[in-house]
């Protein structure tokens, strides 16, 4: 049996497909005398397109990450799809075209240099659709996969149509996270080029649909998650597997094909290749409060975890193989656990690793430090917002302050966050934000928001689930109408976002929170709060432009103990009280300490709680050095060094 599994445009290109690696080694390890290959139909795209016309990084990402919810990717392959290089081109520019740019030499109007790319991709996606099927039909594969996630429906249909065109017996497969629930059965029902859809896990699904057709062997029936066809041409779809798979089950993905083509590909002058792994999946948080606006794990929530001498192995197996030591690892959140096994465990092999990880916003700056020991350079922990009344509207178990911790903690340990702003949840109030926009120049020195954006509803959320929760009328976007030629169910169904009318903050107040994240990123670069500790004395240094002072010196026992009791979230009662207690300080006087600090911008507040916003220095040698010449090469006026 020869097996075929394809990535299409736009799977990153930085990086192998987990899906594909994992059904490799799956598929030889059921069929050890079968044939498998995995073609990166990505990696050929970039060099077939460079080959045509300028093409950079910066845009393959634009329809890889940039556009990802507004579909741009998919509608450029929509024209392969339907065989018309015209295809919608004028609802496209309806939907997308904007206002046109500054005019050309010639007085004509001109285009975003994003859209004409489009433009042109979208007229000339059939030649490469083109030589990609005819590539993959010369090998006479027996079968062949594909895995859909985000921006790789329509490219992946175009591919299996013309496939099916230039080689009829060859069994077509989709899978991944596009084929989840409904979507999957109405992309079988729709395509009928499309042979077969694994809804779900495909380890179990897919070696088994494989011994159907090599040996005659069980009915297809009785392959759960499974859509396929009886002999009149009905669509059926199998009821889900019951059980999810187990981790002892999770095999370790097989990625030679990936690195030999991209050592060949335009693509290696571009970035530098990472691994991906995954150790765990499923959500323990989720299962118990799922995030409202959260559409992951659309096939179960179910936490399971590879045991930590496995997933070691993996990591060190991987990593040795490949000889690559950045890693993503694609966990929705982190096993516990892991803290006190693997984690250690990999600070003590010494790899040298660079890690990105999804957390829990809540971590400490303990558990912080062993993932940093461990490797971690980056972590994702899902801290949308910074107010507690809208936390708490997305279910997500941490507050303001809290995820203001997070970023404090983390710029302390060099760990980079990725995170998002996020808005337009019913409920919300103007002051959710206003409240926390006046003190985003108290927050310069740490790790901004990349992007905001208003709530997007996602099939499988609590949002989508449950319109009662405040998005009751719900159609999809926009761009499945540009992308497919379906009947109105069918959309609905093969949707992944949707649109609702907006709730939550008007767009004054969204323009509000986008200007003074801009800020904050403009700001960024320039800006350090940072403290270094003595016996006696704890010094903090400044230069965050909102903010006229350089150096501020805590040497009282008051200040001293407040610093130390600022480290977590705390009520104003509860300092004044025990901070009074602790120095024998009248009440008076620590409430005018800590309005002080507030005018310093030393404090970030939300829902009666207040924390600390000061970094730990840990290069405290240069540190103390600049504070002796009282900051003589800052790049404003230096102001004498304040003891408050």
Not at 70 to 93: I, M, T
Not at 144 to 173: D, H, I, N, Y
Request: aromatic share 10%; glycine share 8%.
């Amino acid at each position: 049996m020869h097996v075929v599994l394809v990535s299409v445009p736009w799977s990153p290109i930085e990086m192998p497909s987990l899906a594909l690696g994992l059904l490799k080694s799956l598929t030889l390890k059921e069929f050890p005398d079968a044939e498998v290959d995995v073609v990166y139909g990505n990696l050929e795209f970039v060099d077939w397109v460079t080959s045509k016309r300028p093409f950079r990084y910066d845009d393959y990402k634009y329809y890889d990450r940039e556009s990802c919810y507004l579909g741009h990717g998919d509608w450029v392959f929509s024209s392969a799809l339907y065989q018309d290089p015209s295809w919608k081109v004028r609802e496209f520019l309806d939907a997308f075209g904007g206002p046109p740019a500054p005019a050309g030499a010639d007085g004509t109007p001109g285009r975003a240099p994003w859209l004409e790319t489009t433009l042109w991709l979208h007229e000339h996606a059939g030649e490469f659709i083109d030589q990609l099927a005819e590539r993959l039909a010369a090998g006479k594969p027996d079968v062949v996969g594909f895995t859909t996630t985000f921006q790789t429906v329509t490219a992946s249909l175009a591919v299996a149509r013309r496939l099916k065109e230039l080689s009829p017996s060859t069994v077509t497969v989709f899978g991944g996270a596009n084929c989840e629930g409904s979507q999957g059965e109405a992309l079988h029902r729709s395509f009928g080029f499309v042979d077969y859809v694994v809804r779900g896990e495909g380890e179990l699904a897919f070696p088994a649909l494989l011994r159907s057709l090599r040996e005659d062997g069980p009915d297809v029936a009785g392959i759960g998650g499974l859509c396929w066809r009886t002999e009149d041409g009905t669509s059926v779809y199998n009821r889900p597997a019951m059980k999810p798979l187990p981790p002892d089950a999770m095999v370790l993905p097989h990625y030679d094909e990936y690195f030999e083509r991209f050592a060949r590909c335009e693509a290696r002058r571009w970035v530098e290749p990472r691994l991906v792994i995954e150790g765990a999946r499923g959500c323990w948080w989720g299962e118990k409060h799922h995030c409202t606006f959260c559409g992951l794990n659309g096939a179960s929530m179910m936490f399971r975890s590879k045991r930590p001498t496995q997933f070691l192995d993996d990591i060190v197996s991987l990593a040795e193989r490949h000889r690559i030591l950045d890693l993503l690892v694609v966990d929705n959140i982190l096993d516990m656990a892991y803290l006190d096994s693997l984690l250690p465990q990999l600070t003590e092999a010494g790899l040298d690793l660079r890690m990105m990880y999804e957390i829990k916003a809540n971590l400490r700056y303990e558990q912080l430090e062993v993932l940093a020991k461990a490797g971690v350079v980056c972590v994702q922990p899902g801290v949308e917002s910074l107010n507690a009344n809208v936390l708490k509207l997305m279910d997500k178990g941490v507050t303001g302050c809290q995820n203001v911790r997070m970023l404090r903690d983390a710029e302390s340990l060099g760990l980079t966050v990725i995170w998002n702003y996020l808005y337009g949840f019913p409920g919300e109030t103007d002051e959710d934000y206003t409240s926390v926009i006046a003190q985003f120049p108290k927050l310069h020195h740490l790790c901004p928001a990349g992007a905001d954006d208003r709530l997007g509803i996602q099939r499988f959320s609590p949002y989508f689930e449950k319109p009662d929760l405040g998005f009751a009328e719900r159609r999809p976007a926009r761009q499945y109408e540009l992308c497919f030629d379906l009947p109105e169910q069918d959309l609905f169904d093969i949707a992944y976002l949707f649109e609702a009318p907006e709730q939550g903050i008007g767009d004054d107040v969204a323009a509000r929170l986008t200007a003074g994240l801009d800020e904050w990123r403009g700001q960024h670069w320039r800006s350090q709060l940072s403290y270094f500790e003595t016996d006696d004395c704890v010094t903090i240094t400044n230069t965050r432009p909102h903010f006229d002072w350089d150096v501020v010196r805590l040497t009282t026992p008051l200040q001293r103990v407040l610093f130390r009791m600022l480290d977590q979230p705390r009520s104003a009662e509860f300092l004044e009280r025990e901070a009074a207690r602790r120095t024998d300080t009248p009440v008076a006087q620590v409430r005018a300490e800590l309005a002080r600090w507030d005018e310093l911008g030393l404090l970030f507040s939300d829902a009666g709680r207040m924390i600390h916003v000061v970094t730990k220095d840990h290069n405290q040698r240069l540190m103390r050095i600049l504070v002796g010449r009282e900051l003589a090469t800052a790049q404003r006026p230096t102001v004498a060094p304040v003891t408050v």
